[in-house]
T-cell receptor, first 115, second 117 residues
Framework: GENVEQHPSTLSVQEGDSAVIKCTYSDSASNYFPWYKQELGKGPQLIIDIRSNVGEKKDQRIAVTLNKTAKHFSLHITETQPEDSAVYFCAASIPYTGTASKLTFGTGTRLQVTL | EAQVTQNPRYLITVTGKKLTVTCSQNMNHEYMSWYRQDPGLGLRQIYYSMNVEVTDKGDVPEGYKVSRKEKRNFPLILESPSPNQTSLYFC????????????????FGPGTRLTVL
């Protein structure tokens, strides 16, 4: 089955700096790669996603890049702010076939933005 | 307000005492899923359901049961809880994938923190 590895497990940056979180996946059939943000005491929430036919996607201060050949994808947050402090999860999904369903998550990265 | 609700939010119980964690969504989603979150292990899928009366195992189904009698509800049942089931549990829902086979955004509930003594 799919295996998703996520690094680093913790990341501390100063406000205004950039943060990068990296994930690798094992199943070359995976075609959907979402990123979720989990704030303290809340459930994860989708912040950005990318599909396998796209190499990069950007939404204001966050961007995701995908390298299908190397089977890795990354989350980039620019101009970090204190409210970016949270746990971030990457995930990968094989295509839905009607008989099986799988969204595999990474182990999470705790991002702390310091003043 | 579109949301996924879970109850209870916190639960402390003892080994062997059957419990149910309820999950309900008001978005008419076909797909529902249960995850457990443990430090260093991320989110692991317990069970999922593609629609009413259709459920299947995820990565860590041992010790858990689910049912999907109604589209909006997807309860998680622990028949005989053990301490290794102490965890943070999340229910999630989403529309089924479209023709492209690509998944849609999953909406998560607020979580249930379970402690089994």
């Amino acid at each position: 089955g799919e295996n998703v590895e996520q690094h680093p497990s913790t990341l501390s940056v100063q406000e205004g700096d950039s943060a990068v979180i990296k994930c690798t996946y094992s199943d070359s059939a995976s075609n959907y790669f979402p990123w979720y943000k989990q704030e303290l005491g809340k459930g994860p929430q989708l912040i950005i996603d990318i599909r396998s036919n796209v190499g990069e996607k950007k939404d204001q201060r966050i961007a995701v890049t995908l390298n299908k050949t190397a089977k890795h994808f990354s989350l980039h947050i620019t101009e970090t702010q204190p409210e970016d402090s949270a746990v971030y999860f990457c995930a990968a999904s094989i295509p839905y076939t009607g008989t099986a369903s799988k969204l595999t998550f990474g182990t999470g990265t705790r991002l702390q933005v310091t003043l | 307000e579109a949301q996924v609700t879970q109850n209870p939010r916190y639960l402390i119980t003892v080994t062997g005492k059957k419990l149910t964690v309820t999950c309900s969504q008001n978005m008419n989603h076909e797909y529902m899923s249960w995850y457990r979150q443990d430090p260093g292990l991320g989110l692991r899928q317990i069970y999922y359901s593609m629609n009413v009366e259709v459920t299947d195992k995820g990565d860590v189904p041992e010790g858990y049961k689910v049912s999907r009698k109604e589209k909006r509800n997807f309860p998680l049942i622990l028949e005989s809880p053990s301490p290794n089931q102490t965890s943070l549990y999340f229910c999630a829902s989403s529309p089924l994938p479209g023709f492209s086979g690509v998944y849609n955004e999953q909406f998560f509930g607020p979580g249930t923190r379970l402690t089994v003594l």
